[in-house]
């Protein structure tokens, strides 16, 4: 096969699709692109000399011999179509990382929740190892130079994703799922079909390879049964609070700089980890990445270094500053289960404040399917407000308004804030000294807290 000259990415703003372009350019291939908006992942990508255009056209793709597209974009989009036209190859953005990974031996780490950082996590790892592994992760970390890079080792690390049923196309040696719980039922219809989708993903394991499941999460469990059931030659680790795993923790302590474990494995203690990222649940993102790391070589040692120096990933429990004496803190907890373990990371983090929560639905159908965990996950916040719904792919008739949501939940009593522009003046208004604010949300509420911010330094 011919390596392509011209790569043209139609949605190339995207976290993964800009991964996969930075590879590209660093490669010395010819990198052009549109999207529907200009964020610094865009800025970035030309930086380092690709072409991209605002908006998607025809022309836009001129002279590419190879097309790469994102899930989101449609099948009728006009760049698109003009490739299928002149006879130029399309792949999505999961068959092209495919390509990219495929001279390589792969580790893969999806889940419901916990993959990015735990995909992070194990980059580092097995980079402190001096395995210099080529990563595509779907998350931004200070520690790594770019979410997207090749490295000089036989390895690569892949966040992925089941969404669209991305991570079907990949053929990992070593595969992690974090957990499994219910979640893009806009595409999957039922929690059957998840699972299902889960399952195809632990078969994808080359011959003898390793699958790597979170041991608290039943669901996951289930489909490693299933798949050990299917694949003799699978070996199946285990990871999870407490003893009784392959990869256990003990001695958990949640403390106001650093939550502290001793890892386990195989009922060896191993040592004494000090993690700078708060929560019981980057333990268990911890735990993923060193069973992984360890089925390729990379030791306790190396592990413990690279997590104790770990500072944790973009729009994860990312504290953007403090004004007045009010700390704002951003997380891209979007899901009841991550926000109930978000707030809790608080509690832990930043004792005695009261925490205010600027909350951002993630799409309407979420809000339906998971109304009754949505009323009960913001228990261990003191103040909510819920700010309009990002909607992503969808029309409001594809379930619950943010208006509709912030009325069903009252613990604590919700208050739909409207806009951003709106919730910022009511949140602002509302934060006293001493108070911890979080914005949450996968959407554009990450813009919210520099505002609150500033408003809070000019006041």
């Known amino acids: 096969m011919t390596a392509p000259q011209h790569v043209h990415f139609v949605g190339i703003g995207g976290i993964h699709m800009s991964a996969v372009a930075a590879i590209l350019l660093a490669d010395g291939v010819r990198v052009s692109g549109s999207d529907l908006t200009a964020g610094h992942l865009v800025e970035a990508l030309r930086a380092e000399g690709a072409q991209i255009n605002i908006g998607h056209d025809a022309a836009h793709g001129a002279g590419a011999d190879l097309v790469v597209r994102s899930f989101a974009v449609p099948d009728d989009n006009p760049e698109v179509l003009a490739a299928k036209r002149g006879g130029v190859e399309v792949l999505t953005r999961a068959q092209m990382v495919a390509r990219i990974a495929a001279p390589r031996s792969a580790l893969t780490v999806a889940g419901s929740h916990g993959k990015s950082t735990s995909a992070t996590m194990l980059t580092l790892i097995l980079r402190e190892a001096g395995l210099d592994p080529t990563y595509i992760l779907g998350a931004e970390c200070a520690d790594l130079e ?50 299902d989708a889960f399952l195809h993903y632990a078969q994808t394991l080359t011959p003898g390879g390793s699958l790597i499941v979170g041991a608290e999460s039943p669901c996951a469990v289930r489909v490693a049964d299933r798949a050990a059931a299917d694949r003799s030659d699978v070996k199946v680790q285990s990871f999870g609070l407490g003893p009784d795993r392959d990869w256990g923790a003990l ?8 939550t502290v474990f001793r890892p386990v494995h195989e009922e060896e203690e191993l040592g004494v980890i000090r993690l700078r990222v708060p929560g019981a649940y980057n333990v268990r993102n911890a735990l993923a990445a060193m069973a992984a790391a360890h089925e390729v070589g990379a030791g306790f040692a190396a592990a413990q270094q690279a997590l104790e120096h770990f500072g944790g990933v973009r729009r994860r429990f990312e504290l953007q500053g403090e004004a007045r004496g009010i700390a704002v803190v951003d997380d891209y907890a979007h899901h009841p289960t991550e926000i109930a373990a978000t707030l809790a990371a608080a509690r832990s983090r930043y004792p005695g404040r009261r925490r205010v929560v600027l909350f951002q639905p993630h799409t309407y159908s979420r809000s339906s399917y998971l109304l009754a965990d949505f009323r009960r996950c913001f228990h261990d916040a003191d103040a909510l407000f819920v700010t309009d719904t990002y909607a992503a792919r969808e029309e409001p008739g594809a379930g619950l308004t943010a208006a509709d949501l912030a009325a069903q939940i009252d613990d604590p009593q919700a208050i739909h804030a409207g806009s951003l522009g709106e919730a910022v003046t009511q949140v602002a208004k509302a934060l006293r000294a001493g108070d911890l604010l979080i914005t949450m949300g996968a959407g554009d509420v990450e813009k919210t807290g520099p505002q609150v911010l500033a408003r809070l330094e000019a006041s």
Not at 155 to 162: F, G, N, Q, Y
Not at 251 to 258: I, K, M, R, S, Y
């Open 251 to 258: 001695d958990l302590q949640e403390q106001t700089e650093a």
């Open 146 to 195: 770019q979410h997207g890079a090749r490295g000089r080792g036989p390895h690569i690390v892949l966040e992925a994703d089941e969404y669209g049923r991305a991570f079907h196309e990949y053929r990992p040696g070593v595969a992690v799922i974090t957990n499994v719980e219910r979640d893009h039922l806009d595409y999957y219809g039922t929690d059957a079909a998840l699972t």
